[in-house]
């Protein structure tokens, strides 16, 4: 079997970071698209894709490509794609077609084309919120067929059960952690932790732990779906959580501190109650301070916020020489009120209805 064209999605302005992922762990030749980055592989490429892959959302792959200018076209060609090598008969399917610059622009129209050579190929029904995705691309009369091996968004772990007030996907934390240059052998602190995203991100990345490990794909209902091996051992623990989180709210650091344990990582990574002044540096070499703090839009209102950043900047001057920062905001202005000297300002990436943008700097002198 030739190989597949695997699409691995990310948010827009986060696929480099994304290619460069899928390079570290082995993937052939990732190259970013907009929207996310292209690779390919075998099926088993694919799952490994789905578990192991921090800042990857969803894991795409394209099962056909061909011409088609007009409806009957596609359907006579949508029926001969070996549907019934590729889904089971007693799973439903749903599919959907979007088109652009094509002859065919009627999606509704096409996706009923779809469905049908589907279900009479296979006696698969199709149900709105199937477990299986059949995505259909009509651009310039190419159509590309893809199934969403996915399911779930992957930023869902499996694990986290407490959400707090606005967090950080884990997909986008996982991201910033490598925009950081962060690979989980240094210390990292959070001063908002929040539901401890952040902190499960490093603390999988030091453990060695698959974020995919603790939930199924799509992909599992498939025929095509290759076996699953066993989850590589966690590395050692250190002697001490290298990774430390703080909060002023109870309820968050109760909920942090469980979904820390209930993924297996509280030798990792620690969180307890704090206010953000009372922080300090910890004992060792520099590490990373990555927050996702409070922003206007979201919580509060973006001018009482501007004394907080401030805080935090003169904080992270004063006691944090030689570690370097990583801030997460939708207000340009919270960034600036923290004094800091930021590195590098990432392109805005849409996260829900906002545009955050991630910002950094160099080790603080």
């Known amino acids: 079997m030739d190989p597949l064209e695997i699409f691995l999605a990310t948010a827009p302005g986060l696929e480099p970071l994304l290619r460069d992922e899928a390079a570290a762990a082995g993937f052939a030749a990732p190259r970013s698209v907009p929207g996310g980055v292209v690779t390919t592989g075998s099926w088993a490429e694919v799952r490994r894709a789905n578990l192991e892959l921090r800042g990857a959302t969803r894991v795409l792959a394209r099962i056909a490509e061909f011409p088609a200018v007009h409806l009957a076209q596609l359907d006579k060609r949508a029926r001969k794609v070996d549907w019934p090598a590729l889904l089971r008969p007693e799973v439903p399917v749903s599919v959907e077609a979007s088109c652009r610059k094509s002859k065919i622009y009627h999606d509704r129209a096409a996706a009923q084309r779809i469905a049908r050579a589907i279900t009479e190929s296979t ?109 590589p051992e966690l590395a050692e623990p250190p002697a001490s959580p290298r990774i430390l989180g703080y909060d002023r709210d109870k309820g968050a650091v109760a909920g942090a501190t469980a979904n820390i344990e209930r993924a297996g990582l509280s030798a990792f990574a620690a969180v307890a109650r704090q206010a953000l002044s009372e922080l300090e540096r ?58 800091l000297r930021f590195e590098e300002t990432g392109p805005p990436i849409p996260h829900g209805p906002l545009k955050v943008r991630f910002h950094r700097t160099s080790p603080l002198p």
């Open 282 to 339: 910890p004992e060792g070499p520099p590490g990373l301070v990555l927050t996702n703090p409070p922003y206007g839009a979201r919580i509060g209102k973006p001018g009482p916020l501007h004394g907080l950043y401030a805080t935090l900047g003169q904080v992270l001057t004063e006691r944090f020489s030689g570690w370097r920062v990583g801030i997460v905001t939708s207000e340009p202005g919270l960034a600036r009120a923290t004094g």
């Open 123 to 231: 006696g698969a029904p199709v149900e709105a919120g199937a477990p299986i995705r059949i995505a259909a691309r009509i651009e310039e009369n190419l159509v590309t067929v893809s199934v969403d091996t996915s399911g779930a968004p992957l930023h869902r772990r499996g694990t986290k059960e407490f959400v707090g007030k606005a967090p950080l996907r884990e997909t986008m934390a996982a991201l910033f952690l490598r925009a950081c240059g962060y690979d989980g052998t240094e210390q990292l602190v959070d001063p908002m932790c929040g539901s401890g995203t952040i902190l499960l991100e490093a603390a999988g990345l030091a453990a060695g732990a698959q974020p995919g490990a603790a939930r199924r794909f799509a992909l599992d209902h498939l025929l095509v779906a290759p076996e699953t091996g066993a989850p």
